[in-house]
């Protein structure tokens, strides 16, 4: 333990991680990191449960890229759900529950699902599941006015419908679809009954992707937060039902009676189901949720950009200090740490692993991206948008007051029961970030660090650079680290300052 004063504590800046003999070529390391129990991760990063972070969209962008989203909770349970369906909606193999409409369904009603779900066409099957036909973009390009008051079945192209047999691969798909130049080819049973749905979009977002994180039927990969109040039940229920891969119970002080009951209450019910819990910051906390059922913990107390449980409650731990101290506990008991917030340039991806996680929960970096919730805003002939903490006051009323009335903690900010009615004391702030375009520009950017990193290390695994050892710098160290003596005239697209 030796590095770590149990009295003192370090984060990020406080220390380097000491370069080492390499015969590892950044572009050649292996990223490949555990998220909760069987889902790994082609990158080690994982969207925040904020609602200026993580709705469908992040999610989607995550998973195709390598991490996973964990879409917030500050919305009701059913338009969370709807946001979980839209991600495992987005991108499959092979769709095996195609939504579908029935003949009497009205071109609006298509209308509408196409557009929520972001589909270029819908099958049409009657009460016994046959195919009668398929409903695309193409069928509907000109239609107008009074055409969306009649049925589907005036519009879908039914006479010489293309279909495969069930078990058809997908590159025999491929060469279907090629063949008749369409886009969608369904898949049909012995008695012509629709069985899946193979996509032109689908198959390209797989080249397009390859490091997607899917789950085993194709579909990229989501989690959500969830908290300890008496709706958790009736949450996670909701959850599961749009094939949720894993929950996160999300608050700021997980070393506690609640959030211990809250493991419980959802692995009683789910036993399988993937549940992250936090936030802990000591060997303790790690212990009780490990107990508990957890399979995976989340640390970080107060070190969020927006966060100010440190200076408002006295209480919490620099993040780099709270990582080493909890997963030298959690290595021993086989279960993953994500170390939860303070990341603020791609180095400290690199020394939270070094200190210990597996994953890092990113918000500030993320924010501003195109992909996160909320629109771009003008200031001074810059670019920006909004990010919040959870505790803060916006956060905290006017959306979610209700929700509020019946929770205890949240993420990173803190009501008591019954708070909506009362004063609230905030620990967040709420602010902007620079706008930051599309993420998977900032992803490159920010795995391009940690492979990066990892050439230093010599780490050709996130398994190997955790065993890279740290050096402390002081004040005129971390000086020197950061451009010095020179003004910066030219943005660099992974450093930012101020
Ligand atoms: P950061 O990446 O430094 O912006 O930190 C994001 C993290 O901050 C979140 O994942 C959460 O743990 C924490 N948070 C969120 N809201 C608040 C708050 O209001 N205090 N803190």
Known sequence: DGFFDRFEALTFDDVVVVPGWSETLPDAVDTTATFARDIELAVPLVSAAMDKVTEARMAVAMARHGGI????????????????????????????????????????????????????????????????????????????????????????????????????????????????RIEKLPLVDGVGCLA????????????????????????????AAVGVGADLEERVAALVEMSIDAVSIDTAHGHSANVIKAIERIKGSW??????????????????????????IKVGVGAGSICTTRVVSGAGMPQLSAIWHTSRRAQQLGVPIIGDGGITFSGDIVKAIVAGSQTVMIGSLLAGTEESPGEMELMDGRRYKSYRGMGSMGAMTGDSADRYATSQSTAGGRTDVGAASKKLVPEGIEGRVPYAGPLGDVLYQLVGGLRSGMGYAGAATLDALRTARFMRVTTAGREESHPHDVTVTKEAPNYQRG
């Open 69 to 180: 989203g964990v879409i917030h909770r500050n919305m009701s349970i059913a338009d969370q759900a709807s946001e979980v369906q839209k991600v495992k909606r987005s991108q499959s193999g092979m769709i095996t529950d195609p939504v579908t409409l029935p003949p009497t369904a009205l071109l609006h009603d298509a209308e509408a699902l196409m557009h929520k779900f972001k589909f270029s066409g819908v099958p049409i099957t009657d009460d016994d599941g046959h195919l009668l036909g398929i409903l695309t973009n193409r069928d509907i390009r000109f239609c107008e006015g009074s055409d969306f008051d009649r049925p589907v079945t005036d519009f879908m192209t039914s006479d010489g419908l293309v279909t495969a047999e069930v078990g058809t691969s997908l590159d025999e798909a491929k060469a279907i679809l090629q063949e008749h």
């Open 196 to 223: 899946g749905l193979i996509t032109v979009k689908d198959i390209q977002k797989r080249l397009d992707f390859p490091n997607a994180s899917r789950d085993g039927r194709g579909r990229l990969r989501c989690a």
């Open 271 to 296: 036993p399988d189901l993937a549940v992250t819990a936090g936030n802990v910051v000591t060997e303790e906390g790690v212990e009780a949720l490990h107990k508990a059922g957890a399979d995976a």
